[in-house]
């Protein structure tokens, strides 16, 4: 029988986990795992390439873990980064193998470097920002991952990955690290209710995303006010607005609503009122089994923050083996194994 895939995939601990992120990546995970060897990282040491303040970071590294096992993710298959130093040892190998063009290629080092300054004129650029790529790369490489699911503005830190992988392989004349696939599956691009014309996301502001954890009332107070005349064309091209709203619809899985709604539109009979009543439904139908999972979780953070420490141990022991491997392959020397 043939062994399984391995498939890597990490979330930052930047707060909630809002439907973006959710039917972007975080469900497809959960179904993603009947079929693979998994390893789902929260990668708090990503979240320091900007400033923060660290009781925060800390409470947002437990609360995304908390997220991720309410929304379907077995336990075991969770790690914390920063309970994982191998990350940044091998991160510092892998720097010595990627060059300085490519990283200055690596277009989402300039767009949040210009969302810094946007902010703050005189924002602290660090070189964290600039290397993290880097780091993300020793968190893919790491655990032979076979897969990587991933959309396609992350396609470009993959192929880094896969770059560096390649010329670790020549140099030391081994053909050690995998090169890693895109997994990309169909998934919704869920856009802002409040301007779908940008994707859903925390940085623009409340109004502009809904979290998983949303009481019934937050969510359809959002949903009654999304944006839907942006644009219907002269040829009777649906508006990003509208679209965005079928597309949330579907994301939620009610396909039978959604083909009925979507035939009242074609005929020209569709009342936004209720469309915006059946997407509120479906959203409050997707999350509130993930808001009471993470409400039960959260009220016993001691039992299960055990658990996550005993989940990064044990995949701690895969990263200790590809780094003492690493370091045996580079010539260095290293501890042996217990």
Same mark, same amino acid.
């Given at each position: 029988? /043939?062994?399984? !895939?391995?498939?890597?995939?990490?979330?930052? +601990?930047?707060?909630?986990?809002?439907?973006?992120?959710?039917?972007?990546?975080?469900?497809?995970?959960? =179904?993603?795992?009947?079929?693979?060897?998994?390893?789902?990282?929260?990668?708090?040491?990503?979240?320091?390439?900007? +400033?923060?303040?660290?009781?925060?970071?800390?409470?947002?590294?437990?609360?995304?873990?908390?997220?991720?096992?309410?929304?379907?993710? /077995?336990?075991?298959?969770?790690?914390?980064?920063?309970?994982? +130093? $191998?990350?940044?040892?091998?991160?510092?190998?892998?720097?010595?193998?990627?060059?300085?063009?490519?990283?200055?290629?690596?277009?989402?080092?300039?767009?949040?470097?210009?969302?810094?300054? /946007?902010?703050? #004129?005189?924002?602290?650029?660090?070189?964290? &920002?600039?290397? *993290?790529?880097?780091?993300?790369?020793?968190?893919?490489?790491?655990?032979?991952?076979?897969?990587?699911?991933?959309?396609?503005?992350?396609?470009?830190?993959?192929?880094?990955?896969?770059?560096?992988?390649?010329?670790?392989?020549?140099?030391?004349?081994?053909?050690?690290?995998?090169?890693? $696939?895109?997994?990309?599956?169909?998934? +919704?691009?869920?856009?802002?209710?409040?301007?779908?014309?940008?994707?859903?996301?925390?940085?623009?502001?409340?109004?502009?995303?809904?979290?998983? %954890?949303? $009481?019934?009332?937050?969510?359809?107070? =959002?949903?009654?006010?999304?944006?839907?005349?942006?644009? $219907?064309?002269?040829?009777?091209?649906?508006?990003?607005?509208?679209?965005?709203?079928?597309?949330?619809?579907?994301?939620?899985?009610?396909?039978?609503?959604?083909?009925?709604?979507?035939?009242?539109?074609? #005929?020209?009979?569709?009342?936004?009122?209720? &469309? !915006?009543?059946?997407?509120?439904?479906?959203?409050?139908?997707?999350?509130?089994?993930?808001?009471?999972?993470?409400?039960?979780?959260?009220?016993?953070?001691?039992?299960?923050?055990?658990?996550?420490?005993?989940?990064?141990?044990?995949?701690?022991?895969?990263?200790?083996?590809?780094? *003492?491997?690493? !370091?045996?392959?580079?010539? %260095?020397?290293?501890?042996?194994?217990?």
């Amino acid at each position: 029988m /043939e062994a399984r !895939k391995n498939i890597l995939s990490a979330i930052q +601990p930047t707060g909630d986990i809002h439907l973006g992120n959710y039917f972007g990546a975080v469900k497809n995970w959960v =179904q993603l795992q009947a079929d693979y060897n998994c390893a789902f990282g929260v990668v708090n040491y990503h979240s320091m390439t900007v +400033p923060y303040k660290s009781a925060q970071l800390q409470e947002r590294t437990w609360r995304m873990a908390f997220l991720l096992m309410a929304c379907g993710i /077995e336990a075991e298959s969770i790690f914390l980064q920063s309970l994982i +130093p $191998e990350h940044t040892e091998l991160s510092w190998i892998l720097a010595c193998n990627c060059s300085y063009g490519e990283l200055q290629r690596m277009t989402q080092f300039k767009d949040k470097t210009d969302q810094l300054k /946007e902010t703050d #004129k005189e924002a602290f650029i660090s070189a964290g &920002l600039y290397l *993290y790529p880097v780091l993300q790369a020793a968190d893919i490489l790491m655990y032979h991952a076979d897969y990587v699911p991933v959309g396609k503005d992350q396609e470009q830190h993959l192929e880094l990955s896969r770059n560096i992988a390649q010329r670790f392989n020549h140099l030391f004349g081994k053909p050690y690290f995998k090169h890693p $696939e895109p997994l990309f599956t169909e998934l +919704p691009k869920v856009l802002s209710t409040a301007d779908p014309s940008r994707k859903m996301s925390k940085s623009l502001g409340e109004k502009h995303y809904i979290s998983l %954890l949303a $009481e019934d009332a937050r969510v359809q107070k =959002q949903i009654r006010s999304a944006v839907t005349d942006t644009g $219907e064309s002269a040829s009777n091209e649906m508006s990003a607005g509208v679209k965005n709203l079928f597309e949330l619809l579907k994301a939620c899985g009610n396909m039978d609503a959604h083909e009925e709604l979507l035939a009242d539109y074609q #005929k020209g009979e569709l009342k936004y009122v209720a &469309l !915006k009543d059946a997407v509120s439904t479906a959203i409050i139908n997707e999350i509130t089994p993930i808001r009471e999972r993470f409400n039960e979780i959260n009220s016993q953070k001691k039992i299960y923050k055990q658990m996550l420490q005993e989940s990064s141990a044990t995949i701690r022991k895969r990263a200790q083996q590809t780094l *003492y491997e690493v !370091k045996e392959i580079c010539g %260095l020397p290293k501890l042996k194994l217990k």
